[in-house]
Structures are given as structure tokens and as C-alpha cells.
């Protein structure tokens, strides 16, 4: 059975940085993705990362704040995310799809995580 866990969520300050991980058991994907869901708003993209892990694409309101990664040996996928402001607030789930390339769109995805909360304090 295939599960993915998300860790790593919690309450911060603005400005302040915050690392998520995801866990996955039950096999291995070829493409890892973030999206977020704040209340009262659809769950939107924030950023991906491809099979061969140089491979990545951001959302335009995390880039050059976030960085996606991918652990093979482990595993897993992280987002570092730094300078975090308020409007970042917001359920983070993670998801997996057995294509290869980067997705940005939630149908690519093939598993999902039951999401951790991120919010950030003005």
C-alpha cells in the first residue's frame, strides 16, 4: 500500500524558514510535487521536482523563497521554504506521480499526502 507522510509543518514567524518532508513507502515515483490549500481557495501548485532532480518549476509566488528536493536513497521529497510571509498560510500536501517529468497540474499526480499546516504570524 502506498503512503506518503508529510512532516514538518508548525507556527513561525514572518521572515522566518520552515523545512517540510515527505515520506513515501510502498514504492518509488518519478516525480515529486507541493500544492497548498488555504481556507476558502482552491489547492494551487508551488512547485515540482522531475525524476533526475535537476529538473524543477516553482510557482511565481515562491520562487527564488523555496526549493524542492528529492532523497532517492530515503525516499523522500522536501520543501525548504524561507522568508515565509502570512499570505504563505495554508495546508501543505505533498504528492507523487509515476511520470517522470516535472507536473504542475494536481491531475499528474498519482498519491497524495494528508497535508501539514503551515501558518505564519505577522
Known amino acids: 500500500q502506498v503512503q506518503l507522510r508529510e512532516s514538518g509543518g508548525g507556527v513561525v514567524q514572518s521572515g522566518d524558514s520552515l523545512r517540510l518532508s515527505c515520506a513515501a513507502s510502498g514504492r518509488t515515483f518519478g516525480t515529486w510535487g507541493w500544492f497548498r490549500q488555504a481556507p476558502g481557495k482552491e489547492r494551487e501548485f508551488v512547485a515540482t521536482?522531475?525524476?533526475?532532480?535537476?529538473?524543477?518549476e516553482y510557482a511565481d509566488s515562491v520562487k527564488g523563497r523555496f526549493t524542492i528536493g528529492r532523497d532517492y536513497a530515503e525516499n523522500t521529497s522536501y520543501l525548504q521554504m524561507s522568508s515565509l510571509k502570512p499570505e504563505d498560510t495554508a495546508v501543505y500536501y505533498c504528492a507523487a506521480s509515476r511520470r517522470t517529468s516535472t507536473q504542475v497540474e494536481r491531475e499528474a499526480y498519482d498519491y497524495w499526502g494528508q497535508g501539514t499546516q503551515v501558518t505564519v504570524a505577522s
Open positions: 521536482v522531475g525524476w533526475s532532480g535537476a529538473s524543477k
